[in-house]
């Protein structure tokens, strides 16, 4: 197979793989309407597959993905990419170790977003997936690298694939981009679950010894083999 042709097929499979991603979003209702965006990087490129900008999720597919640079201009398909792209470009080219970026407004992660608070590490799901609390970013304007650099500046000091930027919602990244939707998920999770435990009094913090316990195990132990 000559490169190209190879290049064409991860493309292919990158732009099938972040559209049914997309999927996910609505299943776990973390979206409406066209809000909310995931992307990939092309393994070992300096391009992404991204969602198109303002395109309903029932009228997602493989073909309506896009590819870009890691600067946000478009490389590949018929539609702009999603109004989000700069702050995943700017983290693929800060954190060379992520695959996958995921962005939503989904309603207990941002209502702590709104308040610019992280969430407690009170639950060991907490301690498994995000190594501690989930960190708050700072208040950044969409249009150039602010919201990138506050993702980046607040996890690269943070074991946590999420973060909630001010004001605004959550990001999470991961090695690949089915392991950012997870963290997604798992932040509106937890999310609408401390709120609730707020509701009734105050939850207990889990010990930093238990945390980095938890963590570790989570990380290298559970699941099955290469599969969380
Ligand atoms: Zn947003």
């Known amino acids: 197979m000559s490169l190209a042709a190879e290049v064409t097929e991860t493309f292919e499979q990158l732009r099938e793989t972040v559209a049914a991603l997309h999927g996910e979003l609505t299943r776990y209702e973390l979206v409406i309407w066209t809000a909310g965006n995931i992307s990939a990087r092309v393994p070992g490129q ?5 969602k198109p900008s303002g395109v309903a999720y029932d009228d997602l597919s493989a073909a309506t993905m896009v590819v870009t640079d890691l600067h946000g201009n478009l490389v590949q398909g018929e539609l702009a990419p999603s109004s989000d792209t ?9 954190m060379p170790e992520v695959g996958g970026v995921v962005h939503t407004h989904s309603t207990y992660a941002t209502a702590w977003a709104a308040r610019g608070e992280p969430i ?16 708050v970013g700072p208040f950044a304007l969409i ?4 919201i990138g650099r506050g ?38 999770d937890v999310a609408r679950t401390v709120h609730k435990s ?9 010990s930093e010894q238990d945390v980095d316990r938890l963590y570790a195990r989570y990380q290298n132990v559970y699941g099955q083999q290469g599969e969380k």
């Open 46 to 50: 300096d391009l992404m597959v991204i």
């Open 86 to 94: 700069a702050a995943h470009a700017y983290v693929y080219r800060h």
């Open 120 to 135: 407690p590490c009170v639950l060991t799901m907490i301690a498994d997936e995000f190594g501690g609390e989930i960190p």
């Open 143 to 146: 249009g150039d690298d602010s």
């Open 151 to 188: 993702i980046v500046e607040t996890l690269k000091w943070s074991r946590s694939p999420a973060v909630l930027m001010r004001n605004h919602g959550p990001f999470t990244i991961g090695r690949t981009a089915r392991d950012a939707v997870k963290a997604a998920v798992m932040v509106e």
């Open 198 to 206: 707020y509701q009734l009094g105050t939850p207990e913090p889990l």
